[in-house]
C-alpha cells in the first residue's frame, strides 16, 4: 500500500499573505468561478513555540522537565525546527508544524537528556562528529524540547528532547543533519522567519526532527537530524530481482529509501533491486520485469503514476504559491512533471499544480507560500533543497580515479600541503607515496558545482604534493592541482560529457558516442599519467615523456583506484582554512609549486571544448558534437566543417542528441 504523507506546513505569515493578494484582487494560479480561495486549506498552520525561561505547551500539559524551559507540540503536530540565539547560541524557539493527526499521535515513548549520547536509533552513523547526539527511534519523531532555566540553574543548556510514537511509516531512514548553531539552514522557507534574528534549523516540507545534537561544552543545540516520516513507496518483493532492460547505475546504501527514492526522483528509472545485506542498490532501465533473485534481494518497480504521488506529497494540498513574478505555465497531468520543470530552471522558487485543471504555474521570487482552492497543490524549492540536490550529483557522478601500476605518488589533502609548505617556509617533500591510503577514504577530491540554465556542471579537483620529472630532465616541481569536469544532461539523470585536462589544457569526451568508461554506472574513470598527473580517458603511453602527452604512459596494471566519492570537500564552503586564503590571495602551492587557485577557477557555461597545443593534441582526441562525423580535428555536419573548439552548450543538443 502507498502512504502518502502531504506536510501542509503553512505558516500563520501564509495565511494573511494569501488572504491580502486575495483581497487585493491578485489572481490565484487556479481560481476559477465557483471554486472559493482557501476552502479547506486555512486550518494548516505552523506555530512557533518559544521554550527559553518560559513553556510553551501545545502538546501534553505534563511538566515533564520541572525547573525547565520547554515546547510541546500538539497531537497531529511534529517539531520542523529549532532556533538559537546568535549571542550565546542556545536554544530559544521551537516549530511546531501540523500535520496528520492519525500519524503523529503525541503518544510519548521516551524522554532523552542531554549530557551524553543517547540514541533510540542509528540512522545515519555518526551524523554530528564530537557533539553529543539525542535521538528517538524509528517510527518516533521528537514532539517537544527542553532546556534549563536561568532563573533554575543560572544557565540556559539544552536539556532534552521528548520521542512521541508515529503510525503508519514506510521508511523514516532518509535522513539529513542540518547545522544551524552559526547560520540559518533550512529545507523549507514555507513558515517564514518564525524566530527574528534566531538562527534557525528547519526540515523540509516532508520530514520532521528526528533527534538534536549538543555541544559537549556548551550545552548548546548545534544540530537537528530532519528525516521523512513517510511518503509514497513502492512494495518491495522479497527474494525478488528487477531486471528491467537496461542498467541505470548501481550504489551502496543503508536502507530501501536510499535505494528506491532516487529511482522515483529519476524519469528513466523503471525499478531497482535493494540488498540489504551487501547494503547496495541497482537501478535499472525499460520494462518492469521482475524475475528470481537471491534470498537478502528484495526488487521494486516504480511506476508513473507512484512517481506522480511522490511528487505530489512534496506539495501542500490546497494551498498555491504566489511567489513575487510570473515564470511560465503549461499543460501537464504529471506533478511530477510541474515539479521537476521548476527544479531544473534555476530561476524557479515554487509553483502550483493543479491536476482538475491540467495545469502547472511557475514562478521566481520569494518563496510565499498562500491561499489556494482545495484543487491546488503549490509547492515551494529553496536554496537549501537546491544546494542538497546538488551535492547529492557530486557525490553520484565523482569520478573514479585509476593510477599507473608503477606510479609514485597520490593525491592527498591539500590542507596537510599547505600547513607544512604555503602557510609557513617549506622544509622538504610533502607528498603521499602510499598506494594503501586509495583506500582508506582519507584523501579529499575538492569540488565545485554550477548550473548553466538547467545543465549542470562539476569540477572534480585532485592535489598532488609533487609532481617528479616526466622526462628524466623537466616537469618537476612541489604542488600540483589536476582536475576534470563533468557536464550533466538537463534531466540530470546521466552524464553528456567529460573535460579533461592536462598541463594546463583540455579536451572533451562524450559518453553518447561510447567514448567515455563509466563504471558502477555513473561514475567516470580518469586514468592518471604516471608522472605528470594528467587526465586520460583511456589506458596507454609508451614512455617517460612530458610532450607529446599523450605518449605518457597510464596502464592500471595493478588495479590502484581511488573513489573520488568517498571523501568530497566543497570549495564553496569554509571546511578547510587553506580555501580561505585561496580566495583571498594569489601565493605558490610550495617553494616550486603551481600558482593554480581552485576557489578562482570554477566550471564556466561559456567555454570551448577544446583548447589547443602543440603537443598536446587535445582537438585530436576531442569529440565532435554528437551525430556529426569526426576527421581528427575537423568536425562535419553535412557539408558544413568545424573546428574541435566547438562551444560546449547548455543543452543536450549537440551532447546526447543528433544535431
Request: overall charge negative.
Amino acid at each position: 500500500m502507498v502512504m502518502m504523507n502531504k506536510f501542509t506546513t503553512q505558516g500563520i505569515f501564509a495565511l494573511v499573505l494569501g488572504s491580502s493578494l486575495a483581497a487585493c484582487g491578485a489572481a490565484e494560479p487556479g481560481a476559477e468561478d465557483g471554486e472559493e480561495v482557501g476552502q479547506g486549506a486555512l486550518a494548516l498552520q505552523s506555530f512557533a513555540a518559544p521554550f527559553r525561561d518560559t513553556s510553551t505547551m501545545r502538546g501534553s500539559t505534563t511538566d515533564w522537565a520541572n525547573c525547565h524551559g520547554k515546547a510541546s507540540c500538539a497531537v497531529g503536530e511534529v517539531v520542523s525546527g529549532i532556533s538559537v540565539s546568535p549571542s550565546d547560541h542556545q536554544g530559544r524557539s521551537a516549530l511546531c508544524k501540523e500535520g496528520d493527526a492519525a500519524k503523529f499521535t503525541g503518544n510519548v515513548k521516551a524522554t532523552l537528556l542531554a549530557g551524553a549520547d543517547r540514541r533510540r536509533a542509528s540512522r545515519l552513523g555518526d551524523w554530528a562528529p564530537w557533539f553529543h547526539k539525542l535521538e528517538c527511534g524509528l517510527g518516533e519523531y521528537v514532539s517537544g524540547v527542553s532546556e534549563d532555566a536561568s532563573y533554575c540553574d543560572g544557565g540556559n543548556k539544552f536539556h532534552g528532547i521528548q520521542c512521541a510514537q508515529g503510525v503508519g511509516f514506510n521508511e523514516d531512514t532518509a535522513c539529513t543533519a542540518r547545522v544551524f548553531d552559526a547560520a540559518d539552514t533550512r529545507g523549507s522557507t514555507a513558515s517564514g522567519d518564525w524566530d527574528v534574528g534566531g538562527y534557525k534549523g528547519e526540515c523540509a516540507i516532508d520530514e520532521h526532527v528526528a533527534g538534536v545534537s549538543v555541544s559537549p561544552t556548551t550545552g548548546a543545540p548545534h544540530s537537528i537530524l530532519c528525516c521523512r516520516s513517510s511518503g509514497p513507496a513502492p512494495t518491495m518483493l522479497p527474494n525478488q530481482s528487477f531486471w528491467g532492460t537496461g542498467a541505470l547505475r548501481e550504489f551502496p546504501v543503508k536502507n530501501a529509501a536510499e535505494c528506491y527514492t532516487p529511482c522515483l526522483e529519476d524519469a528513466s528509472c523503471s525499478g531497482g533491486t535493494y540488498n540489504a545485506a551487501k547494503a547496495n542498490c541497482w537501478l535499472r532501465t525499460g520494462s518492469a520485469t521482475v524475475g528470481s533473485g537471491i534470498s537478502s534481494d528484495a526488487a521494486f518497480t516504480v511506476s508513473s503514476g507512484l512517481r506522480d504521488a511522490y511528487y505530489q506529497s512534496l506539495m501542500h494540498t490546497g494551498r498555491g504559491f504566489w511567489g513575487t513574478g510570473a515564470l511560465r505555465e503549461f499543460t501537464t497531468t504529471s506533478a511530477a512533471a510541474c515539479y521537476q520543470a521548476c527544479f531544473n530552471d534555476s530561476s524557479c522558487t515554487g509553483g502550483t499544480f493543479n491536476l482538475g485543471k491540467q495545469n502547472c504555474w511557475l514562478r521566481t521570487g520569494n518563496t510565499s507560500m498562500g491561499s489556494g482552492i482545495p484543487s491546488d497543490s503549490g509547492f515551494e524549492i529553496s536554496a537549501a533543497t537546491r544546494e542538497e540536490a546538488l551535492q547529492s550529483l557530486v557525490e553520484r557522478f565523482a569520478p573514479r580515479l585509476r593510477f599507473d601500476g608503477d606510479a609514485g605518488n597520490y593525491p592527498m589533502s591539500a590542507q596537510v600541503f599547505y600547513d607544512a609548505a604555503v602557510a609557513k617556509p617549506q622544509t622538504g617533500r610533502v607528498d603521499n607515496t602510499n598506494i594503501a591510503s586509495l583506500s582508506t577514504g582519507d584523501i579529499p577530491t575538492y569540488t565545485q558545482a554550477t548550473t548553466c540554465s538547467g545543465q549542470v556542471r562539476i569540477q572534480y579537483w585532485f592535489f598532488y604534493g609533487h609532481q617528479p620529472t616526466c622526462d628524466g630532465a623537466s616537469g618537476d616541481h612541489n604542488g600540483d592541482w589536476e582536475k576534470i569536469m563533468v557536464t550533466l544532461s538537463e534531466d540530470r539523470s546521466q552524464i553528456a560529457a567529460v573535460t579533461y585536462w592536462m598541463h594546463g589544457y583540455y579536451y572533451t569526451r562524450l559518453p553518447a558516442r561510447g567514448h567515455v568508461a563509466i563504471e558502477d554506472g555513473t561514475h567516470p574513470v580518469v586514468y592518471v599519467g604516471k608522472k605528470s598527473h594528467a587526465s586520460f580517458y583511456n589506458q596507454g603511453g609508451s614512455a617517460h615523456v612530458c610532450w607529446p602527452v599523450w605518449g605518457e604512459w597510464r596502464n592500471n596494471s595493478n588495479g590502484a583506484h581511488l573513489d573520488t566519492w568517498t571523501n568530497l570537500v566543497s570549495l564553496a564552503a569554509n571546511d578547510e582554512p587553506w580555501v580561505i586564503h585561496d580566495r583571498q590571495g594569489n601565493f605558490m602551492w610550495g617553494d616550486d609549486g603551481v600558482s593554480t587557485h581552485p576557489t578562482q577557477a570554477g566550471p564556466s557555461c561559456n567555454m570551448p571544448a577544446a583548447t589547443w597545443k602543440t603537443g598536446v593534441e587535445t582537438w585530436e582526441h576531442t569529440d565532435c558534437e554528437y551525430g556529426d562525423t569526426e576527421a581528427l580535428e575537423t568536425c562535419w555536419a553535412g557539408a558544413d566543417s568545424y573546428t574541435k573548439a566547438w562551444t560546449l552548450g547548455v543543452t543536450d543538443r549537440g551532447l546526447i542528441k543528433p544535431n
